[in-house]
């Protein structure tokens, strides 16, 4: 296939892993970047062969040579930037969370849908055989019928000053870890009857950040009768991402499963055996990317399209009322 000719919109720590290694690593061209500080752009654009620079953001999405436009600007500044470029006529590749709220989400897939353009949100662990597998697991009855899917997303706290902690910028827990977190509730929705119903949220905010998230812990109910969990938080001592699944007939644990290049076990215990199963160290961004690439290029199908990340959006809203805080407020430009 064709390379993709790729246009970045700022110069986030995630870009090298996220876009510049699956670009390498795919064949995709990196054609133009621009970013706040042209200092910084113009370093980056040296250190990663992005082919030129530009003054601004919109300078990118006007550039002819640009096909699709990768956003990892912080979380307030992607929907607005998302209905920009699709404004364009380029596909999109989005971090997560797709928009700031369920509103905005839904602004962002009707105007993919008008537009025509390919629209991906980057809940890259959904590409990995490590999320594969463990859906497979399920569905093929080698745990029995699914009871439980627990899901944990912690980290230690960002700096004080970072985007994160940002509520204009829509910051919070869940908006950055925690969003992986209820989006894997949703993958496994298939195996448990249709999509998860929250049945209890409680947060805690960030001290002297009114409407922050530092932690907020939800539960789930799928019209089978299993049931969901969600943990994330910004004060934790140590990183853990990790998926639980559990059925009739055994469990299956993922102990990394955001990040499998890092440990990309599936250990499986059933009522007669436990074992590990290694399902590759390649990168769930260089599998993002060839999906994302098969889309624009042949019509493929994706797992987090447009209409996904609106599900997820509304999902996320209807966590934060839930534990008492309101959805992120849209930003602008």
Same mark, same amino acid.
């Given at each position: 296939?064709?390379?993709? /000719?790729?246009?970045?919109?700022g110069?986030?720590?995630?870009?090298?892993?996220?876009?510049?290694?699956?670009? /390498?690593?795919?064949?995709?061209?990196?054609? +133009?970047?621009?970013?706040?500080d042209?200092?910084? @752009?113009?370093?980056?654009?040296?250190? *990663?062969?992005?082919?030129?620079?530009?003054?601004?953001?919109?300078?990118? %999405?006007d550039?002819?040579?640009?096909?699709?436009? =990768?956003?990892?600007?912080?979380?307030?500044?992607?929907?607005p930037?998302?209905?920009?470029?699709i404004?364009?006529?380029?596909?999109?590749?989005?971090?997560?969370?797709s928009?700031?709220n369920?509103?905005? @989400?839904?602004?962002?897939?009707?105007?993919?849908?008008? /537009?025509?353009?390919v629209?991906?949100? +980057?809940f890259?662990?959904?590409?990995?055989?490590?999320m /594969?597998?463990?859906?497979?697991?399920?569905?093929?009855?080698?745990?029995?019928? %699914?009871? *439980?899917?627990e899901?944990?997303?912690?980290? $230690?706290?960002?700096?004080d000053?970072?985007?994160?902690?940002?509520?204009?910028? @829509? #910051?919070?827990?869940?908006?950055?870890? #925690?969003?992986?977190?209820?989006?894997?509730?949703?993958?496994?929705? $298939?195996?448990?009857g249709?999509? $998860?119903?929250?049945?209890?949220?409680?947060?805690?905010?960030?001290?002297?950040?009114?409407?922050?998230?530092?932690?907020?812990?939800?539960?789930?109910?799928?019209?089978?009768?299993?049931?969901g969990?969600?943990?994330?938080?910004?004060? +934790?001592?140590?990183v853990?991402?990790s998926?639980k699944?559990?059925g009739t007939?055994?469990?299956?644990?993922?102990p990394f499963?955001v990040? $499998? *290049?890092?440990?990309?076990?599936?250990?499986?215990?059933?009522?007669?055996?436990?074992?590990?199963? *290694?399902?590759?160290t390649?990168?769930? =961004?260089? =599998?993002?990317?060839?999906?994302?690439?098969?889309?624009?290029?042949? #019509?493929?199908?994706?797992?987090?399209d447009?209409?996904?990340a609106?599900a997820?959006?509304?999902?996320?809203?209807?966590?934060?009322q839930?534990?008492?805080?309101?959805?992120?407020?849209t930003?602008?430009?």
């Amino acid at each position: 296939m064709e390379p993709l /000719r790729i246009g970045i919109l700022g110069a986030a720590r995630i870009a090298d892993r996220a876009i510049v290694a699956p670009a /390498r690593s795919t064949g995709a061209r990196l054609v +133009a970047l621009a970013a706040r500080d042209s200092g910084r @752009a113009e370093a980056f654009a040296a250190e *990663h062969q992005v082919e030129r620079v530009h003054a601004s953001y919109q300078d990118v %999405l006007d550039d002819p040579d640009v096909e699709v436009v =990768y956003n990892p600007l912080a979380n307030g500044l992607h929907g607005p930037w998302n209905l920009r470029a699709i404004a364009a006529g380029k596909h999109v590749l989005t971090e997560k969370p797709s928009a700031s709220n369920a509103a905005e @989400a839904a602004q962002v897939r009707d105007a993919a849908h008008e /537009r025509g353009v390919v629209f991906m949100e +980057a809940f890259h662990y959904a590409y990995h055989p490590v999320m /594969r597998r463990l859906q497979e697991l399920v569905a093929k009855g080698e745990l029995g019928d %699914l009871q *439980h899917v627990e899901a944990t997303m912690v980290m $230690p706290p960002p700096p004080d000053q970072d985007p994160r902690w940002s509520l204009p910028l @829509a #910051g919070g827990a869940v908006m950055d870890v #925690g969003c992986y977190a209820i989006h894997a509730q949703r993958m496994l929705a $298939p195996y448990a009857g249709g999509a $998860p119903k929250l049945t209890n949220a409680r947060a805690g905010e960030r001290k002297r950040l009114p409407g922050v998230d530092e932690w907020l812990n939800a539960d789930f109910e799928f019209p089978s009768g299993a049931t969901g969990a969600v943990r994330t938080s910004m004060a +934790a001592e140590n990183v853990e991402f990790s998926l639980k699944v559990i059925g009739t007939r055994g469990e299956a644990f993922a102990p990394f499963f955001v990040l $499998p *290049h890092n440990d990309d076990r599936v250990i499986v215990t059933t009522k007669e055996d436990t074992w590990v199963e *290694h399902l590759g160290t390649r990168t769930s =961004y260089t =599998y993002q990317l060839e999906a994302f690439t098969a889309a624009v290029r042949n #019509g493929a199908p994706l797992l987090t399209d447009a209409n996904d990340a609106l599900a997820t959006m509304q999902l996320i809203d209807t966590c934060y009322q839930a534990a008492g805080l309101q959805p992120r407020p849209t930003s602008q430009i």
